[in-house]
Each structure stands twice: as C-alpha cells, then as structure tokens.
Nanobody
Framework: QVQLVESGGGLVQAGGSLRLSCAVS????????MGWYRQAPGKQRELVAG???????NYLDSVKGRFTISRDNARNTVYLQMNSLKPEDTAVYYC???????????????WGQGTQVTVSS
C-alpha cells in the first residue's frame, strides 16, 4: 500500500526557513509529477510547487524566488525548501504524488496527511 510520509513543518518567525520532506513508502511502480499544495483556514487548497519526472518546475507566483522544490528519484522523495517565510505562508501543506502502484493499475493521485506550517510576524 502506497503512503506518503511528510515531515518538516513547524513554527517559525517571519523571514525564517523550513524544509518539508515527503517520502513515498510502500511499493510503487512509477512516479510522474510530485508537488506541494497548501490550505489556509477558510481558503481553498492551492498548488504551491510542482516538479515533473524530468525536473520541470512550476511555482505559485507568491512563492517564486523564495521556495524551491526538488526530488530525489532514488529515494522517491520530494522536498520543499521555504525561505524568507511570511505570515501569509501559514497553512497546512500537503504532499501530492501522481503515480502507478503497479504496471496494471491506473495513474492515481496520492496525498500526504498534511503538515502545519505557521509563520509568526
């Protein structure tokens, strides 16, 4: 059974940094895109950063230049380095992986349990 295990959230002052990690546990046949979403209270979930299997990246405009997404294909892990954090970055961050559990199964979106990031002013 495929599960995503997130770590790295916490409380940080404005201007600080955090690094989120998300590791795929269990057997997975292939992974396509990986990404991070966030959801603040009362707001819709939004894509923060994504990275394709060949390393193409895209970012939410408000985090460009501050956040960096990367992946380690050997470890089936995706990271989000967050610098110059702002109070408006406060949200629950969710890892997302698009992949196939076996060669016979369809592509599926897997989600992590979410990790809280709180930026104090």
């Amino acid at each position: 059974q495929v599960q995503l295990v997130e770590s790295g959230g916490g409380l940080v002052q404005a201007g600080g940094s955090l690094r989120l990690s998300c590791a795929v546990s269990g057997s997975i046949f292939s992974i396509n895109a990986m990404g991070w979403y966030r959801q603040a209270p009362g707001k819709q979930r939004e894509l923060v950063a994504g990275i394709t299997s060949i390393g193409r990246r895209n970012y939410l405009d408000s985090v460009k230049g501050r956040f960096t997404i990367s992946r380690d294909n050997a470890r089936n892990t995706v990271y989000l380095q967050m610098n110059s954090l702002k109070p408006e970055d406060t949200a629950v961050y969710y890892c997302n992986v698009e992949g196939k559990a076996t060669i016979l199964t369809p592509t599926y979106d897997y989600w992590g349990q979410g990790t809280q990031v709180t930026v104090s002013s």
